[in-house]
Antibody, heavy 116, light 107 residues
Framework: EVQLVESGGGLVQPGGSLRLSCAAS????????MSWVRQVPGKGLEWVAN????????YYVDSVKGRFTISRDNAKNSLYLQMNSLRAEDTAVYYC?????????WGQGTMVTVSS | EIVLTQSPGTLSLSPGERATLSCRAS???????LAWYQQKPGQAPRLLIY???SRATGIPDRFSGSGSGTDFTLTISRLEPEDFAVYYC????????FGQGTKVEIK
């Protein structure tokens, strides 16, 4: 079964850091671009970042450039999102997704809350 | 940035009726790189349509997508009870952006 499972969310203070992980199974992880997409509860979806199959190219939405870093470990079938200098407006459910342009497969999401 | 505007915000229909959802882009979406997703409460989005008109794996044929350039449509030919949800369009021709969503609710 093709599956993505996120972890690492939680409560963090403004200015703090958090690292999200996404474990992939059921497909050849190294053959796909991967993305992070977030959603403020009750609101719409926002693409955050993506990374090429081999990790050689990375792209970000403007609002997280310089603060978030996407990475992957193909040997571990894992995707990561390092989030630094967190702000209240980063509060959201963060999903990892298999990226073929459209987002084919989604994880169940992990909640990140930035609050003092 | 390509801005996607979905209409209507809410669609109130009965099971068995036809649903027509619109997605308009602020500039042309190259190569019809337009997708549609369905999201139910507490769940992750599910890909329905990619490339403006191709159904994703396992999606029933009552869902269809059409359009090109700046105007795209998702049609649900006959609403089933499980189709009441929020629907998002997304473009991936220039970076990636989503519309704000259309809620299809039971009338």
């Amino acid at each position: 079964e093709v599956q993505l499972v996120e972890s690492g969310g939680g409560l963090v203070q403004p200015g703090g850091s958090l690292r999200l992980s996404c474990a992939a199974s059921g497909f050849t992880f190294s053959s796909y671009w991967m993305s992070w997409v977030r959603q403020v509860p009750g609101k719409g979806l926002e693409w955050v970042a993506n990374i090429k199959k081999d990790g050689s190219e990375k792209y970000y939405v403007d609002s997280v450039k310089g603060r978030f870093t996407i990475s992957r470990d193909n040997a571990k079938n894992s995707l990561y999102l390092q989030m630094n200098s967190l702000r209240a407006e980063d509060t959201a459910v963060y999903y990892c997704a298999r990226d073929t342009g459209a987002f084919e497969i989604w994880g169940q999401g992990t909640m990140v809350t930035v609050s003092s | 940035e390509i801005v996607l505007t979905q209409s209507p915000g809410t669609l109130s229909l009965s099971p068995g009726e036809r649903a027509t959802l619109s997605c308009r882009a602020s500039q042309s979406v190259s190569s019809s790189y337009l997708a549609w997703y369905q999201q139910k409460p507490g769940q992750a989005p599910r890909l329905l349509i990619y490339g403006a008109s191709s159904r994703a794996t396992g999606i029933p044929d009552r869902f269809s997508g059409s359009g090109s350039g700046t105007d795209f449509t998702l049609t649900i030919s006959r609403l089933e009870p499980e189709d009441f949800a929020v629907y998002y369009c997304q473009q991936y021709g220039s970076s990636k952006t989503f519309g704000q969503g259309t809620k299809v609710e039971i009338k």
